[in-house]
């Protein structure tokens, strides 16, 4: 507002901009922009073309605009909360006036230390009461806020240490009491043989439901005792192997009880599990150990009433949540955020801002995080969160009461000030009218003036002075009037003469048929011809005394009014103009002569101005060009005589062919035969030009280089009037690049983009035909269907990235291990299919071949692969099935499927055949 004040509207408007964008990047508030630059155009407004007081105008646009606009981009657009939507509006209405109350204020100060400007004496009543309202009441509510906002911040940490030290004493307490049923049933593993200790484990399973299922582990690592004996598959928990398990090194290392980290369970389904551990220590030395399975549940319902809580293991994976935003067995991710560290206990957390969110909501979405450690080797860590959302609306409510009181107090002061400020200046407003224009009216009439009365002592003296030289003016007036009726007798004499000399001139101009006119220094006509009657469409009176704004839109009166000033500047100016008569719609290009009327002292009177027609030489011009442009286009170009010997070529084909148009002009276009077409197809072009006139397609040529490349061609044959063919006339264009594409289409189109190799689409074309051919020449084919063993576990330890390297690794190995006719294909993921054909026509040979060729391949993929530093290796299972009369394309692929699937079953690592003359569809394993 001090910008407006200052400088004006159109650089306050840019001040705007710029004080809203950083608004906007410093607090996040996207719509800012918007209701600033509507303030300023609002306030401008009314302050400048209404004349209302700045203060004023600002209280208006709060009331009926601001205030809605706040409303509709909070709540509306950006989805903020009722009570955010609130305060904001209020404190954005306060905020505003005090801005403008305070650079209204500071302009007054300006203007009356400098003597500058004038203020109206109202105004500067209004804007001092309005300030000392406003400014103490700002000033105790920003202190209050600040004590209000340290008191609950305070309570929210206190809260949450509290429930921190409850949860602690909590989950310690349940941890011991199941690290002493661990460690018990292991001191009694030391002493008793496996055998016994099966019904202690089922005794205690029994009785603490915190325990899924307990187990035995001797020191090779496989299952002695297991409670319950059955998983939930059906399937024996005995002598499984878990000698893989991560907890076992720090089991031998410690010798003492510990928790596990989260873990897919090895027994039954495969679920998240975590385990409470005891090693079996006898004589000091490791001889396994004892595990229970945990139920979390007691914990989840003890702490979910009132906790916002996330339990991990050291791994930082999820054993139990709350929120519904973490997954058991994935690693604790918060969504993209920062934390802030409070205190040595306490974090806060704040959210990464969402589009469009203000960042006064950063405080609202945030929360403070307090966590602790669980275990003696502090194997898990529970994460405590408390939202500040229920404690903001208090505040926010709270102080969204005193700012709408503020808010409607500062209104009720200004409207106050204003009617007391108005009977106050009332007299002097007054007497503001009666002098506007006070010589007019004391010439008029000067006893009709009522003067006012005031009861200000300084008003009503100026008063008096007034009337006192009212009464002077009055005896000027009469002496000016005697004077004025000799001067009007004098120029009545002087217009008759100029008159008579102006007719002669008029006649002349007349009879010209360009196009004369005459302005004066301010653009206004004086005079114009019959011909420029019919440009305007008006006579001559109608246009003397008017400017070209009046008549032609706003663009070609800038155009008109530019080009005069050229010609007063440079004394004579000549330019083309497209103009379009007014008296018959007409249009006409005009060569416009322009030159600058002197008068005797060499003082610029003003512009003559004649316009000539040029439409038609101008339009040959044109067509001139345009045949000359279309020649040279992108396009190859070349003209031939009806012998077909070249005329001419332009740029385009040189660039094309590499030949210059020196080279090219007086040979026929065999000079690019490429030899890549025969005689009858030249002989097919012309037989088509010769009968229809024209020829278009593709052919090969060859460049000056040597270079063969495709070229699109089209032939025309120009005629005379007599339909003799004159010419040819070739357009040619350059396809290589687009046969290129069609080329890369098709390979993306049928092969696999990570390993190359024929993808899904291709194979299937390819079985299609395969099954067609051994239809017709039973010559034997097959389907051999390769499925990568624990590929998945690869790819969830190294990445995906490594699991490509794997993927291209084995589509390398396969086909390195079969014929160059056999088509090696991945269907997705890590499925691969190989198609056999041609394996001639005994069943016993053709297998005892692909049985030799698969041996091969288990050999080639179990071989080490390396992936970045390290080595892995990964097993394949493979299925084989041969064509056979009752199956198709898809069928087949499914035997070769179930086949793959056996192998896996009978241990992976195998090589199996689909045998169709069986019902369940089982494959033989090799």
Not at 489 to 494: A, D, G, N, T
Request: charged content about 20%.
């Amino acid at each position: 507002m001090l910008v407006l004040q200052f400088m004006g509207f159109t650089r306050a408007l840019l001040a705007a901009a710029i004080i809203s964008s950083y608004t906007y990047i410093l607090w996040n508030h996207p719509y800012a922009i918007i209701i600033m630059t509507a303030e300023l155009l609002v306030v401008g407004y009314l302050y400048q073309h209404r004349k209302m007081g700045l203060v004023i105008a600002d209280l208006l646009y709060w009331l009926l605009l601001g205030l809605p606009l706040v409303a509709l981009f909070y709540y509306g657009v950006m989805q903020s909360s009722v009570d955010n939507t609130q305060i904001t509006m209020m404190k954005q209405a306060v905020n505003g006036l005090a801005n403008v109350i305070f650079a209204r204020l500071i302009y007054m100060g300006y203007g009356f230390f400098y003597r500058k400007h004038r203020f109206q004496f109202r105004e500067v009543i209004y804007s001092l009461l309005a300030f000392f309202v406003l400014f103490p009441a700002l000033f105790m509510m920003a202190l209050e806020s600040r004590v209000d906002y340290q008191r609950i911040d305070d309570s929210v940490r206190a809260e949450l240490i509290t429930e921190k030290e409850n949860s602690l004493r909590f989950i310690h307490h349940w941890i011991e009491n199941r690290q002493g049923v661990i460690a018990h049933l292991a001191s009694k593993a030391a002493q008793l043989p496996p055998q016994e200790m099966q019904a202690y484990l089922d005794l205690v399973r029994q009785s603490d439901a915190n325990f899924l299922r307990l187990a035995l582990v001797d020191e090779s690592g496989k299952s002695m005792a297991f409670s319950p004996m059955i998983d939930d598959l059906g399937h024996s928990n005995l002598n499984k192997d878990f000698s893989d398990r991560s907890y076992i090194p720090l089991l031998k290392t410690h010798l003492k009880p510990m928790l596990s980290e989260v873990f897919l369970s090895a027994t039954g389904r495969p679920e998240p599990i975590a385990l409470m551990l005891a090693p079996i220590v006898v004589n000091g030395q490791y001889h396994g150990y004892i595990s229970g399975v945990l139920r979390l549940e007691e914990i989840k319902s003890s702490l979910m009433d009132n906790l916002n809580f996330t339990l991990l293991d050291k791994n930082n994976k999820v054993i139990l949540s709350v929120r519904a935003d973490q997954t058991t067995l994935q690693p604790f991710n918060l969504e993209q955020g920062q934390f802030f560290e409070v205190d040595h206990q306490v974090k806060q957390w704040v959210p990464k801002l969402q589009a469009n969110m203000p960042i006064s909501q950063r405080w609202k979405y945030s929360s403070y995080v307090t966590e602790f450690r669980v275990g003696d080797f502090s194997e898990w860590r529970l994460v405590i969160e408390k939202p500040i959302a229920p404690f903001q609306k208090e505040l926010f409510n709270n102080y969204t009461q005193k700012f709408t009181i503020l808010f409607f107090v500062l209104v009720f002061a200004l409207i106050f000030a204003k009617v007391l400020a108005r009977k106050a200046t009332a007299s002097i407003s007054r007497l503001n009218q009666i002098t506007d224009n006070l010589p007019a009216k004391i010439a008029h009439n000067n006893q009709g003036i009522v003067w006012p009365k005031s009861g200000l002592i300084e008003a009503q003296q100026l008063i008096g002075h007034f009337q006192e030289m009212a009464k002077s003016l009055e005896g000027k007036f009469h002496d000016i009037s005697e004077l004025n009726a000799s001067l009007e007798e004098r120029i009545v004499q002087r217009t008759l003469t100029l008159a008579q000399k102006e007719g002669s001139l008029r006649t002349l101009i007349h009879s010209i048929p360009d196009l004369v006119w005459m302005k004066d220094m301010e653009g206004r006509y004086l005079m114009c011809n019959h011909r420029f009657e019919a440009f305007f469409g008006a006579t001559e009176a109608e246009i003397v005394g008017r400017t070209d704004y009046d008549f032609v839109d706003k663009n070609l009166a800038d155009f008109f009014t530019e080009n005069d000033r050229a010609a007063i500047l440079k004394g004579q100016s000549v330019n083309e103009e497209q103009v379009t008569f007014a008296s018959d719609g007409h249009q006409e290009l005009l060569e416009t002569t322009k030159a600058v009327i002197l008068d005797a002292q060499g003082r610029a009177l003003g512009v003559l101005g004649i316009g000539h027609d040029i439409t038609e030489r101008h339009k040959m011009e044109s067509e001139l060009r345009i045949a000359a442009t279309a020649f040279d286009s992108q396009e190859g170009m070349m003209v031939t005589d009806a012998n077909q010997v070249i005329l001419r070529v332009n740029q385009a084909f040189t660039q094309i062919s590499g030949f210059s148009a020196k080279e090219a002009i007086g040979k026929t276009p065999r000079l690019m035969k490429s030899g890549r077409h025969d005689k009858v197809f030249y002989q097919d072009m012309w037989a088509s030009i010769l009968a229809t006139g024209s020829w278009q397609g593709e052919v090969w040529n060859k460049r000056k280089n040597g270079e063969i490349f495709p070229q699109s061609l089209n032939i025309t044959a120009v005629k005379d009037a007599k339909g003799q063919t004159t010419n040819y006339v070739a357009n040619l264009m350059d396809i290589t690049l687009r046969k290129a594409t069609e080329e890369e289409i098709n390979r993306l189109a049928f092969y696999d983009a990570l390993t190359q190799l024929p993808n899904r689409r291709l194979l299937q074309d390819r079985l299609n035909k395969s099954l067609e051919s051994w239809a017709r020449h039973h010559q034997i084919g097959a389907i051999m269907f390769i499925d990568l063993d624990n590929f998945k576990q690869i790819n969830d330890t190294l990445g995906h990235d490594m699991g490509d390297v794997l993927l291209k690794q084995v589509a390398q190995r396969l086909t390195a291990s079969v014929r160059l006719e056999d088509t090696v294909a991945r269907l997705g993921g890590d499925e691969f299919v190989i198609l056999f054909e041609n394996l001639g026509e005994f069943q016993r040979f053709a297998k005892e071949h692909i049985d030799a060729i698969g041996q091969k391949i288990l050999k080639a993929l179990n071989q080490p692969f390396e992936l970045g530093e390290d080595s892995y290796t990964n097993t394949p299972s493979i299925g084989v099935a041969f064509f056979n009369t009752s199956s198709n394309s898809s069928e087949l692929l499914r035997q070769a499927d179930i086949a793959m699937y056996q192998a896996k079953e009978s241990g992976k690592n195998k090589l199996c055949f689909y045998d169709p003359d069986q019902n369940s569809g089982l494959a033989e394993t090799h």
